[in-house]
């Protein structure tokens, strides 16, 4: 019997739009003791739509019978809504205050600057995930930015946006970011970073979000 390609694409579309997390939006209860809604970012589970239509054909033709995970071209920690499971940063923009927690325990939060709006520099919402650690970075280095900054902790998340150090700030908080932010990075005290960066590692989930 012929298999018709179309409605095992049309199935796995189904599955996709159901269990992809990839670009959603997600309400999650926030530090602040409020629901926040986070949209945007690329992290998140998102099936690899093409290979699981193939996998799944040859598993049809072959009659097999068996429960199969399905392909992913990316994954998350876990399913569900949050799927930044228990290890995460995270990034509350309008209060300008991040919490770092490491297996649901509190490692450390604190007052940051981020991105200068008046500049249009602002930090982007959304999921993002660590990319990589870097001690003794310079910043704008790898780019074609008109600065070259040195920090001592380096933790980008979204392209060339990510946590680090700002010693030449004394005040972190509040409204500076609105006209003395940043390039768009989170500006942190530098016990703050050196707290974070110690315990935390690579694809650790990262939440920047804005208060509703």
């Known amino acids: 019997a012929k298999i018709d390609q179309d409605k095992v694409r049309a199935y796995i579309d189904t599955l996709a739009s159901t269990y992809n997390t990839y670009g959603r939006s997600r309400t999650f209860a926030a530090s602040t003791g409020k629901t926040a809604t986070v949209t945007g970012?690329?992290?998140?589970?998102?099936m690899d739509r093409e290979q699981e239509t193939s996998s799944l054909m040859?598993?049809?033709?072959?009659?097999?019978?068996?429960?199969?995970?399905?392909?992913?071209?990316?994954?998350?920690?876990?399913?569900?809504?949050?799927?930044?499971?228990?290890?995460?940063?995270?990034?509350?923009?309008?209060?300008?205050?991040?919490?770092?927690y490491k297996n649901k325990k509190l490692v450390v939060d604190s007052d940051f600057v981020s991105g200068n709006i008046s500049k249009g520099y602002d930090t982007p919402q959304g999921v993002y995930s660590i990319m990589y650690l870097e001690r003794n970075a310079i910043l704008g280095a790898r780019s074609n930015a008109d600065y070259r900054t040195p920090v001592s902790y380096w933790m980008p998340f979204n392209g060339g946006i990510g946590m680090h150090d700002a010693t030449w700030r004394s005040k972190f908080g509040g409204s500076i970011y609105r006209t003395n932010g940043s390039h768009g990075c989170i500006n942190l005290p530098k016990a703050v970073a050196a707290t974070i960066f110690e315990n935390i590692s690579s694809k650790t989930p990262v939440i920047c979000y804005f208060d509703s």
């Open 58 to 100: 040859k598993l049809i033709k072959k009659g097999a019978k068996k429960k199969k995970t399905p392909v992913y071209a990316q994954t998350a920690v876990s399913h569900g809504k949050t799927d930044w499971g228990n290890t995460y940063v995270e990034i509350n923009l309008s209060q300008q205050h991040l919490w770092y």
């Open 41 to 46: 970012g690329d992290y998140g589970w998102l």
